[in-house]
């Protein structure tokens, strides 16, 4: 560490001089001072003996700048916000669950104009049109972002979302519609659509393109995998080419609420090497035991793999859907990683602190 010195000299008066300076100089030397030190100094000059007292003054090192492993450069965050919202369009709007699915789920595309910048793995708000039961605009629903970030159309001007309509019964034995969820499922193309953000950095993907990508989703949580996975394997960049390997689950409760699974078997076509994909379908499927195959219950068919997988610094869990599905999750890696005298939950702090563990529930 360099240190400055300054030094402020005063001669005592005499006959044969009279001399008062002041200088600055640099002296290479690690020093490990808190705060400015003052140090007297008796030097001769030009005969005369002077006294300088010295004040250190020392500053601690900066500390390093985190360098992040996700592609997090650049990245906008709140361009547009509650009260001046970005105002697109509704192009397309199509239920994608079968109509004996329970409940229906819909895949939209507003316009842009390339005003909302956004990268795979973030949010945007939407705010529903009307006023609430106080009078006062609806307040913003946050959604995951169902597009890469060239959008369905490939030219950077469109933002998707994957919806479901949000209808249950309350205790009153009324039915209740979600404001938002219903606003946005029933949007006809044309339509307005007020949207605010982007938000998020969690759910940002690893810039290694030699990565292992394990997602993990429950129903609509599969938004901003589907964003991953087309950048992956729909697209081409002339600075990213992936080769590591992407390994789905998907937990749904009936075939008919499958989401996007032509998409994805058109990927396991194009990649096979790169891209798995197993789904959890929880009212048609069992395990060995009888049990209802839940992601987490999937999952366990393939733990000692998952858990290898778990070991290695390039692989990148991603999570996103129903709150309850982490503790699963974690019941299954408990028993895996006290096999090798490891434990879990805190193995588990360590990936997140290295940004390899990432979690959007709700």
């Known amino acids: 560490m360099a240190m400055t010195v300054n030094a402020a000299v005063s001669l005592p008066s005499s006959k044969s001089s009279s ?18 030190i003052l140090y007297p100094r008796n030097v001769s000059v030009g005969g005369n003996v002077i006294s300088i007292r010295a004040q250190v003054t020392t500053e601690a090192p900066a500390k390093a700048e985190k ?31 079968g109509d004996d699915a329970p409940g229906e789920t819909w895949h939209m595309v507003f ?16 705010i529903a049109d009307g006023l609430d039961k106080n009078g006062k605009p ?10 890469s970030a060239l959008g369905d159309f490939g030219n950077s001007q ?5 919806v479901k ?42 810039k290694d393109p030699n990565a292992t ?26 600075d990213y080419k992936f080769n590591g390997l992407a ?44 049990e209802k195959m839940y992601i987490q219950t999937r999952m366990a068919q393939y733990a000692e793999e998952l858990w290898e997988l778990l070991k290695k610094d390039n692989t990148y869990v991603y999570m996103c859907g129903l709150k309850g599905m982490e503790k699963g999750i974690d019941e299954i890696m408990t028993s895996l990683a006290a096999r090798d005298g490891i434990d879990w939950l805190e193995y588990k702090r360590q990936l997140k602190k290295a940004e390899q563990w990432n979690v959007e529930v709700y």
Not at 138 to 147: G, P, V
Request: hydrophobic share 35%; with cysteine.
């Open 158 to 162: 469109t933002v998707s979302l994957c």
């Open 111 to 126: 316009s842009t104009e390339g005003e909302v910048p956004y990268r795979e793995g973030q949010s945007i708000g939407v």
């Open 247 to 290: 390994w789905l689950f998907l937990g749904v409760p009936t075939s008919s609420s499958l989401l996007y699974p032509e998409e994805f078997e058109k990927m396991k076509e194009k990649a096979p090497n790169n891209f798995r994909v197993d789904y959890a379908i929880s009212r048609e499927q069992s395990n060995e035991k009888g």
């Open 67 to 97: 360098i992040s492993k996700k592609d997090e450069e650049g990245v906008v965050v709140n361009k547009f916000k509650p009260k001046e919202p970005y105002v697109g369009k509704c192009l397309l709007n199509t239920k994608i669950t």
């Open 165 to 206: 309509r949000l209808v249950y019964t309350n205790e009153q034995g009324e039915i209740v519609k979600g404001v938002c969820s219903n606003f946005l499922c029933d949007l006809k193309p044309g339509a307005d659509v007020k949207i605010t953000g982007p938000v998020g950095k969690e759910m940002l993907m690893p």
């Open 19 to 36: 001399l008062s300076f002041k200088n600055s100089i640099s002296i290479p030397e690690r020093i490990n001072f808190k705060k400015s």
């Open 213 to 238: 990508v394990i997602m993990l989703a429950t129903g609509t949580g599969i938004a901003p995998f589907r964003s991953f996975l087309w950048k992956m394997f729909f697209e081409k960049h002339d």
């Open 138 to 147: 609806h307040k913003l629903r946050l959604y995951s972002i169902a597009s």
